[in-house]
């Protein structure tokens, strides 16, 4: 099992028991794709799939020589791991009724026959899940209690139609989106219940589309859950509707995803990210939009350390940050302070990981951290010892089967709220569990992953409160690592629901960066970067990889 399997058993066994939804699936073959088994199997504490509507006249799409590239692409791109066929069989009870039926229909419209419609419309049921035919005449039929959800892979605000995530790549988009739709007779018209928006991979078109399925698969939860609350996402569906490429568009997309990759071969050949801190103003609610900053002093660097970053401010005024040598990958801790600078020692629970984010934590008026160390296990707590060394390391109780990104904890309405990426999607989506201790055990939130988009997911440094309200910082990773934060106001945080609105942007002047933001009473720090020529850049990287 994977992170995500992992997780949606957790939050199964988190969660009060209650009667599954009487779950009715439609079909046009013996199998659906990958990504929408992943769908059914992350849901299948909460739906019971007791009929199946099996539509047996499924079209046949006509090929063109118009489209010739397209589907060449189509054989290398779009053809992916997520969009391979699996039986729907083993996601239904034995007691589960399978209704085949011939659709009618009407130019681009199917109806299901009313012979049907009737035998859905007796077995009591709560919610459709739509993942077969193409676009339905009156969904509004089925009288399901939720209506009917179906997936469309495009952000609805500025694409439309299809081919998914291709029109993005071409015109370098910031994401692609994802949403799970209540149809109504109007295309494109029914309320969202679950919006989603992921990173793209720039220069890979099957990566991109790969994370897409993958990932998005966790949004039919949080549209059941909004169907069980009456929620729905506010956004407007009012952006183009692409059709297929054409051959020249489709080569114009190829020269494009090459000029990408060879951007990228050579950046990780011949540069490397020198990442460095500095103190700037302290950003407060007054200065919503886009926020420019003054670096008024850089840090120095230690002796040994090539680059500095993921700035924390400790309750006695010293820097915990990130440092990583001149010859090598991996981060390792220091401590600015007014006395010479220090390695925190790794200790032996640690074996000399990659260690970054070191997130610090005050509790009965002692320093804790809370370090990224995904390379080297599950997440731990560290004691920081006045000699600098992280010792007494605790596992973080309900979270062992994780590996976590930019662990980040903060005290809130008598609960302990900790937020993190897991390994593999923690640029575009942030988890969130909760415990009453810091210690755990923790519970996953049920609207996991609370927040799906690139530009703010990952974390950028602790929660903080201005003017009465909370506010968390995120990494924007829109078109590469590192490179801007978002502020979002926190409107809601409970056990029934996280909401987030994002307010500002930070960029620092003339610089890259950042991504990390930590305020004191007097200063704030961020990291910043410049891409600096390194030859002996791929020797590097190879060698973090074999080590």
């Not at 099996?54 to 590239?69: A, G, I, P, V």
């Not at 409160?465 to 978002?486: A, D, E, H, M, W």
Request: aromatic fraction near 12%; charged fraction near 20%.
């Amino acid at each position: 099992m994977d992170a995500n399997e992992i997780q949606a058993s957790m939050e199964t066994t988190n969660r009060f028991v209650r009667a599954k939804l009487r779950t009715c699936l439609i079909v046009d073959s013996d199998t659906i794709s990958a990504w929408q088994a992943r769908a059914l199997q992350l849901n299948s504490d909460i739906i019971d799939i007791v009929e199946v509507l099996y539509c047996t006249n499924l079209r046949s799409r006509k090929k063109s020589l118009r489209y010739f590239w397209y589907y060449v692409l189509n054989l290398f791109a779009i053809r992916n791991t997520w969009t391979k066929s699996t039986p729907w069989g083993p996601f239904i009870g034995l007691n589960s009724k399978i209704h085949q039926f011939e659709a009618r229909t009407k130019g681009v419209w199917e109806y299901i026959p009313q012979q049907n419609l009737d035998q859905i419309n007796n077995a009591n049921i709560d919610i459709v899940i739509k993942f077969g035919m193409g676009l339905l005449r009156d969904p509004q039929n089925l009288s399901a209690r939720y209506g009917v959800l179906s997936f469309h892979h495009g952000d609805p605000r500025s694409y439309r139609g299809r081919p998914s995530g291709f029109y993005e790549l071409l015109e370098d988009a910031q994401h692609v989106g994802a949403v799970v739709q209540e149809l109504s007779n109007v295309l494109d018209g029914g309320k969202i219940r679950a919006f989603g928006c992921y990173q793209i991979t720039r220069h890979s078109y099957r990566k991109s589309l790969e994370h897409l399925y993958q990932q998005s698969a966790h949004l039919l939860r949080i549209a059941i859950e909004n169907c069980l609350s009456e929620s729905y996402v506010d956004i407007s569906c009012t952006g183009k509707n692409y059709s297929l490429p054409s051959n020249l568009t489709v080569i114009r997309f190829v020269v494009s995803i090459l000029r990408y990759r060879v951007r990228r071969t050579l950046y990780g050949l011949f540069f490397r990210k020198l990442w460095s801190v500095g103190s700037t103003t302290i950003w407060t609610e007054d200065n919503r939009g886009k926020s420019d900053l003054g670096i008024i002093q850089i840090i120095p660097k230690p002796k040994g350390v090539f680059f500095l970053a993921d700035p924390f401010v400790t309750e006695n005024g010293s820097l915990l940050c990130e440092g990583s040598g001149n010859r090598q990958e991996r981060g390792f801790l220091v401590r600015i302070g007014r006395s010479p600078s220090v390695n925190l020692l790794h200790s032996n629970e640690l074996n000399d990981a990659h260690l970054s984010y070191p997130f610090p934590v005050l509790l009965s008026g002692h320093t804790y951290v809370l370090p990224e160390m995904a390379e080297h296990g599950p997440q731990k707590i560290f004691k920081l010892s006045d000699a600098d060394e992280l010792i007494d390391g605790q596992i973080l109780l309900g979270l062992e089967d994780f590996r976590l990104i930019d662990p980040t904890l903060i005290y809130h309405s008598e609960t302990w709220w900790l937020f993190a990426g897991i390994v593999g999607s923690e640029q575009d989506a942030l988890n969130l569990w909760f415990s009453q201790q810091p210690t755990g055990p923790f519970s996953a939130h049920k609207m996991n992953p609370i927040v799906r988009d690139p530009s703010r997911a990952r974390g950028a440094g602790a929660l903080f409160v201005s003017n009465g309200k909370l506010f968390r910082p995120g990494q924007n990773n829109c078109f590469g690592y590192g490179n801007g934060i978002t502020i979002s106001e926190v409107l809601q945080l409970d056990l029934d629901n996280y909401k987030e609105e994002p307010i500002s942007t930070l960029s620092v002047n003339g610089l890259k960066g950042p991504h990390t933001y930590s305020a004191s009473s007097d200063f704030a720090y961020v990291d910043f970067y410049q891409d600096k020529f390194y030859a002996l850049a791929w020797y590097l990287r190879i060698k973090s990889r074999l080590s």
